[in-house]
């Protein structure tokens, strides 16, 4: 066809000629309710530093800031084997890294097992029943008829968890949709050593790690510019290298006070009292019927799991609105569904190449049996663009709020996660919002950059293990619960000679 051409991104607003005043009042609507501007940003970043701060105090915050046991960076030349367990939202992966003398190197072999959706709201004992038959399963196939000592493992588990000891979590609450009864509050650690204990699979848990915590790990091996691991994705979430002399709720333990320690923020939790961010009656909706209200504020404005509901609830708002003519006379019961909708509609719709549209009005006949006008589509598109520019740009708050925090002028960010993989123009929109936010001169390389990380789940929580029983073999025990049992992960987690 004729004048089809790729569209330029994010947005026209020339193409708003033919929209309807109905429809343009709702998209001068929208774009005040879900615009960022950037004094609004720098006033968040301000309250989100002091709020990181409040979170390390004794009496804390709603960012719990969790102290996570990882005490300092890789140097590049950690060796050994270990496994890996990654907990994440859509899948369980397991993998086998191996680290050999080589700086920087790794080895890795995983398998990935779907997370059955109905373990999310199923009970805790199915729960580490499939996770410790999934590890059983690896362990059966890699290793089959090996006599084999006991397997150093690290742990994913990116749920807010509080750690009195590197192998140890307290579940503070389900995040991301899940919510199994009886976790809450409890350590995890032991019904999943009992689920692997049961079938006899010779594993020893050497830490438990937080995806943020991973990502910051494994992408400071390859990069030490990296100073802060992110997670966006499903979730969202940070993790930085703290001074222990910062961290008052630990004075009672009487580190050495410039000894690092891992933060694992919980930055989702920001502004849990609504302080700051610029609310919609939307996101007060998503909230509302989440199945913890009034938990990871922050979160809800910018995470994965989110972006399609936001949009989804606005729609259905329009529609019902009898001033606004909207999929008029049109059964939207689809789009009634909750969570119908995932980021990557929103992803898709902003992908759309053609001026015309096509491949949205598409994706609304095919996934929502409704069927769309031009107008409607640029609502639609804008209505996208806004959304995941506003994600981003609060994002970047969280990030220059870190750096703020710490006296950071210049560093690398390791990111992960399928919103910063995935979603169009999320990179771009983030970095833009942290030249606003830190009023950088224009025209120079920008000196801090949020760039794609290694593999934290797997080398990362590989790294944590090894790091964690070097420091055991040194005599650097703090936050190691039994270092003789520890220690008992050692022989397996050797170099491999090759
Ligand atoms: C969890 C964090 C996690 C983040 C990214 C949040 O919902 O609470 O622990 O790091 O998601 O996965």
Redesign the pocket.
């Known amino acids: 066809m004729v004048g089809l051409g790729p569209r330029k991104p994010p947005s026209r607003r020339g193409s708003m000629a033919d929209v309807p005043k109905d429809l343009l009042d709702q998209i001068n609507r929208l774009e005040e309710l879900f615009t960022v501007p950037q004094e609004k940003l720098k006033q968040i970043t301000d309250h989100f530093v002091s709020e990181l701060t409040k979170g390390l105090t004794v009496e804390g915050g709603s960012i719990p800031m969790n102290p996570t046991w990882c005490m300092g960076f890789p140097d590049g030349y950690e060796t050994g084997t270990f496994l890996a367990l990654d907990m ?2 859509t899948n369980l992966r397991v993998c086998e890294i191996n680290l050999p003398e080589e700086k920087g190197e790794f080895d890795i072999i995983q398998s990935k097992y779907r997370m059955p959706e109905e373990l999310k709201t199923g009970t805790a004992d199915e729960l580490w029943d499939y996770v410790a038959d999934c590890l059983q399963q690896f362990i059966e196939y890699h290793h089959e008829g090996e006599e084999l000592d006991q397997l150093p493992l690290g742990f994913t588990f ?3 968890a509080t750690q009195e000891y590197i192998d140890h979590g307290v579940l503070q609450r389900w ?2 949709g899940f919510d199994i009864e009886g976790v809450e509050g409890k350590d995890v650690v032991p019904p999943f050593e009992a689920a692997l204990a049961e079938r006899g699979v010779p594993i020893k848990l050497t830490a438990l790690v ?3 915590t991973g990502t910051l790990i494994a992408s400071a091996y390859t990069d030490t510019d990296i100073k802060i691991g992110c ?1 966006f ?5 940070a993790a930085y290298m703290e001074d222990c002399g910062s961290i008052p709720k630990l004075a009672h333990m009487k580190l050495d006070p410039n000894l690092p320690m891992a933060i ?1 923020c ?1 930055w ?1 939790a920001f502004d849990n009292e609504h302080k700051v961010l610029p609310r919609t009656p939307y996101d007060i909706i998503i909230d509302k019927e989440s199945p913890r209200p009034g938990q ?1 504020s922050f ?1 809800k404005m910018i ?1 994965g799991l989110y972006l399609g509901e936001i949009f989804r609830l606005v729609l259905v708002d329009l529609h019902g609105n009898p001033d606004v003519k909207i999929f008029d006379g049109q059964d939207i019961g689809k789009l009634k569904k909750a969570y119908s909708l995932d980021a990557s509609f929103l992803a898709q719709i902003e992908e759309d190449p053609f001026e015309n549209l096509s491949e949205t009005q598409d994706l609304f006949a095919n996934k929502l049996s409704i069927t769309t006008s031009k107008p409607e589509l640029e609502l639609c598109r804008r209505l996208a663009e806004l959304i995941g520019t506003r994600a981003a740009r609060l994002s970047a708050c969280g990030v220059a709020a870190i750096c703020k925090k710490k006296g950071i002028s210049s560093c690398h960010v390791g990111a992960d ?1 399928s919103v910063f993989n995935k979603y169009p123009h999320f990179k771009a929109r983030g970095a833009q919002a942290l030249r606003e936010i830190l009023d950088w001169p224009k025209g120079k390389k920008d000196p801090i950059e949020i760039l794609p990380a290694e593999d934290g789940s797997g080398v990362g929580a590989a790294l944590i293990s090894a790091l964690t029983l070097k420091r055991c073999k040194e005599g650097q025990t703090a936050g190691i619960r039994d270092p003789e049992a520890m220690l008992s992960g050692i022989k397996a987690a050797e170099p491999k000679k090759t």
Do not use: M, R, V
């Open positions: 994440g939202g990116s749920y807010p995040t991301k937080n995806d943020t997670i994705g499903t979730g969202c979430n694992n919980e989702g990871q979160e995470a996660g």
